[in-house]
């Protein structure tokens, strides 16, 4: 976890490991826990989630324009 100054430990550094499922099962939970009582890490969270959703409906090709 990092700390932000003046704030409690916050999980954003872990957020796309979170989302693509590649966490330990403890880290899971450890991130699971912090997102339901953190409103700046759960808004956080669904940015990636959603940048990670869009990422799946690229094609090879749209990456070569």
Request: glycine fraction near 4%.
């Amino acid at each position: 976890m990092t700390a932000d100054p003046g704030e409690g430990p916050h999980m954003r550094h872990v957020l796309g490991a979170y989302v693509l499922d590649a966490l330990t099962d403890s880290e899971t939970r450890a991130v699971s826990r912090h997102l339901q009582s953190c409103d700046r890490c759960a808004a956080d969270y669904v940015e990636v989630a959603e940048a990670v959703s869009l990422l799946a409906l690229l094609r090879e090709e749209n990456l070569l324009e």
